[in-house]
């Protein structure tokens, strides 16, 4: 018996990248999963029912975060059946542009898969949690720094992390626990579509923090929320910028920042 062993967890984005590694791991540990995506799930229900030893139940939901209504519905419709233990919302896009090439319609898609869909995924849960559940969402280590090539990912990661702790004040006092998941890049497909697309200034930013395989950042994150922790910030260089972050001044930030954008640049 472990943590998750017969928890019922929703897992947003659960379709690829962190939300189907960690709904891999969660199986494994006899979770019960309720999975939404905008994505297909076919090939997904089969690869976690292959590895379903615990005979745990899973249950899938095709949703587009961004649709507050239907998200709304879809919620309602999946606490009739299972209310949710935990909440773990991965949903989210990059926006490698840099702010002179991109347009506004490229800003706005960022802002309302990342932010406004979080928005509407815990409005929606809210009435359906009570004392003892606990909510993770993914942030990102671009909630606490900006990048090269990241102004729209970076404004709505800032915001996830001033949201998420505004509400942990409100949502504490009911028994309710939040965990942000601040990673640093991982190889995700998310992070393989920014090949080609992101400007090497932005490359070379990104490689300060460096990478992470998803397999060990998901044992991370969920060895946080087994202990309640509000932020959960994998890996070594990750935390060492953090660090940075909070005891240097900002002027010695951006200036490591600009030598490592004039330095990718000249090459």
Not at 67 to 86: F, L, R
Not at 118 to 143: C, H, I, K, Y
Request: proline content about 4%; overall charge neutral; glycine content about 8%.
């Amino acid at each position: 018996m472990g943590y998750f062993t017969n928890k019922t967890v929703y897992i947003t984005g659960a379709a690829s990248g962190i939300g189907l590694e960690t709904a891999k791991q969660l199986i494994q540990q006899g979770a019960n999963l309720v999975l939404f995506d905008v994505q297909p799930f076919d090939e997904v229900l089969s690869t976690l029912q292959a590895i379903n030893k615990n005979n745990a139940s899973i249950i899938s939901y095709e949703l587009d975060v961004t649709d507050a209504d239907t998200t709304t519905q879809k919620i309602a419709e999946a606490a009739s059946k299972q209310s949710p233990d935990i909440v773990m919302h991965f949903v989210g896009i990059t926006g490698p542009w840099t702010f002179d090439e991109m347009s506004q319609a490229q800003f706005e898609r960022v802002i309302n898969i990342n932010l406004f869909g979080t928005r509407n995924v815990l409005a929606a849960v809210r009435p359906f949690l009570s004392r003892g559940d606990q909510v993770m969402v993914t942030a990102s280590m671009s909630s606490f720094t900006g990048s090269y090539g990241y102004s729209s990912y970076s404004a709505s990661k800032f915001a996830i992390w001033g949201m998420m702790q505004s509400i942990s004040f409100e949502w504490k006092p009911h028994g309710i626990d939040i965990t942000v998941f601040a990673p640093p890049p991982i190889d995700t497909p998310l992070t393989q579509a920014e090949v080609g697309v992101m400007a090497q200034a932005g490359v070379g930013m990104k490689k300060l923090a460096g990478e992470l395989k998803i397999e060990h950042a998901v044992k991370s994150m969920l060895k946080g929320v087994e202990k309640r922790q509000f932020l959960v910030v994998p890996g070594v260089m990750a935390n060492l910028i953090r660090l940075q972050l909070r005891f240097f001044p900002v002027s010695w930030v951006n200036w490591i920042g600009n030598k490592t954008v004039a330095f990718s640049l000249r090459k």
